[in-house]
C-alpha cells in the first residue's frame, strides 16, 4: 500500500484534513486508488512525521507573509491556484472548510473535525460569529462574498458551497438544509478494511505492536486538551489542574495521551506517568480495540470513543463553566445524550 509520485494536474481528488481525526477519517472512508489519486493540503497541524509519508501534498504556512492580511491572502490565493494548483477546479474535495481563500467557488464535501463537532460548536464563539454574519444587510453580505467568497465565516459545513456533511453518526442540523448527511462508523470502515490497509494506517502513524503492549500496561488514560493555545487558561494553571486529577488516580497509574493541539510537555512534570506522544487520533486506537479500565479527561468528546460502557471520569463537571465550554459538553450526560441519541 504504498504512494507512487503523481503529476498533480492527475489528481482526481484534494484533501484538506487540518486535524489527524479528519486525516484517519479520510484515510479510512478511502480505497487505496482514491488514497494515491489525493492530492493532501497540510499546515502545521498535521504533524511533519506525518506529512513526510504523503509525497502528493503541499504544507500551507498560516503564519507567513501572505496569511497576516486577508485582503492580500485573497488575491495571493486567487493567484497561487491558478498557477500552481489548477487541479482543484476539478478535483473532488473533502476536509474541513476553514481555508475559505482556497476553496472559493469550489464545491467540497465535509468530514467532521471530531465525533459531535456538530453540536460542540453551537457552544463556541466560531458559531456566534456565524450566526452573526446571517443578521448582515443584504448589501453587507454580498460585499463580504464578493471580497472572500462563500466559504468566509461559514465553517462546519455551513457554506452552500459544501454539498455532503461526513459524520460519525447521525445529524439534522438546519445550516445543514438540502445537503447528503453520510454517515461513516470508523469501527465499522477499520474491521472492512484488508490487512494490507491496515498496515498502511498504522504505518502512517508510526504505531507498533509495542506501542500497543505499553498502553495496555496502564489502569487510566488522561485526555488533555488545548486549554493554554485556546487562551483559556495559563500554563501553571493548565498544570496544577491536571496535577489534581493525577493524584487522584497515582501517577504510576496513569498514561498521558495529548492533545494534537496540546503544546505542553508533560514529561517533567509527572515523571512517572507513560506519555504516548504518538500523533494519532484517539478514535484511532478506539477502533483497534485498545481499551482502559477508566478514561479521565475534562471535558473532551475523544473519551466516549472506547464505547458506552466504558468507565469515564469527566473532570469538568467540577470545574467553571467559562473555562471549558468552548472545548466540549460541560456534563457526561449531556455528551452521552448527543452521542448515542
Not at 10 to 18: F, G
Not at 75 to 98: N, P
Not at 231 to 247: C, L, V
Not at 323 to 333: H, N, P, Q, V, Y
Request: net charge neutral.
Amino acid at each position: 500500500f504504498e504512494f507512487g509520485k503523481m503529476n498533480n494536474s492527475k489528481m482526481s481528488r484534494v484533501c484538506i484534513p487540518c486535524s489527524t481525526y479528519v486525516l484517519t477519517f479520510y484515510l479510512l472512508m478511502s480505497s487505496q486508488k482514491e488514497i494515491d489519486n489525493t492530492f493532501f493540503f497540510f499546515a502545521h497541524t498535521i504533524p511533519e512525521n506525518i506529512r513526510k509519508k504523503f509525497p502528493n501534498s503541499t504544507f500551507i504556512d498560516l503564519k507567513d507573509f501572505w496569511h497576516k492580511n486577508k485582503y492580500v491572502l485573497a488575491l495571493y490565493t486567487l493567484v497561487k491556484r491558478r498557477k500552481d494548483w489548477a487541479f482543484l477546479f476539478d478535483a473532488d474535495i473533502y476536509g474541513l472548510d476553514f481555508y475559505w481563500d482556497l476553496l472559493r467557488g469550489l464545491k467540497m464535501k465535509y468530514i467532521e473535525d471530531c465525533p459531535n463537532v456538530l453540536d460542540i460548536w453551537e457552544n463556541s464563539n466560531l458559531y456566534r460569529e456565524y450566526k452573526e454574519f446571517e443578521t448582515y444587510s443584504p448589501l453587507k453580505k454580498r460585499l463580504k462574498r464578493l471580497l472572500f467568497g462563500d466559504y468566509y465565516q461559514h465553517p462546519v459545513g455551513t457554506s452552500s458551497m459544501v454539498t455532503t456533511i461526513y459524520t460519525s453518526s447521525p445529524y439534522n442540523k438546519p445550516y445543514h438544509e438540502n445537503k447528503k448527511n453520510i454517515v461513516k462508523r470508523l469501527s465499522e470502515e477499520w474491521d472492512s478494511s484488508s490487512k494490507e490497509k491496515k498496515q498502511y494506517l498504522l504505518g502512517i502513524f508510526d504505531l507498533s505492536k509495542e506501542d500497543l503492549q505499553e498502553l495496555a500496561s496502564r489502569k487510566v488514560i488522561l485526555l488533555t486538551q488545548a486549554f493554554v493555545e485556546d487562551g483559556k487558561m495559563s500554563d501553571k494553571e493548565q498544570i496544577e489542574m491536571y496535577r489534581t486529577i493525577i493524584e487522584h488516580y497515582g501517577e504510576e497509574n496513569i498514561i498521558i495521551k495529548k492533545h494534537p493541539r496540546d503544546g505542553r510537555n508533560y514529561e517533567k512534570d509527572f515523571p512517572e506517568a507513560l506519555h504516548f506522544n504518538k500523533n494519532i487520533p484517539m478514535q484511532m486506537l478506539a477502533v483497534m480495540g485498545v481499551s482502559f479500565k477508566c478514561v479521565a479527561t475534562v471535558n473532551s468528546s475523544s473519551a466516549l470513543s472506547f464505547g458506552a460502557d466504558v468507565n469515564i471520569d469527566w473532570w469538568g463537571e467540577q470545574m467553571d463553566e467559562e473555562l471549558i465550554r468552548d472545548e466540549g459538553f460541560l456534563t457526561l450526560k449531556e455528551a452521552k445524550q448527543v452521542l448515542y441519541h
